[in-house]
């Protein structure tokens, strides 16, 4: 409890600007918090399932909005079912 104390006397209780910096930083953790319970039931409820399969097909109608004409694609992950393939 003490160290809190001090922290507070010498951080926070005249500085306005880390007042503000900490309470903007603890909105920031809430909020990441609220988006990631809210993104993972949605998750494992809009999956893809499973199924077997010897070969995986990307096909890319549109490509990016805008002027640009390239299809860009950050990520594409193809694991088995079970941990051994």
């Given at each position: 409890m003490r160290?809190?104390?001090s922290?507070?006397?010498n951080h926070?209780?005249?500085k306005m600007?880390?007042?503000i910096v900490l309470l903007y930083s603890m909105a920031a953790v809430v909020?990441?918090?609220f988006a990631s319970g809210l993104m993972y039931p949605y998750r494992y409820q809009h999956g893809i399932p499973?199924?077997?399969a010897c070969c995986v097909?990307?096909?890319v109608d549109k490509p990016m909005q805008g002027g640009d004409t390239a299809a860009r694609i950050y990520g594409l992950e193809v694991m088995g079912m079970n941990a051994a393939d």
């Open positions: 160290t809190l104390r922290f507070y006397l926070l209780k005249r600007f880390n007042r909020l990441f918090a499973l199924t077997t097909q990307l096909v």
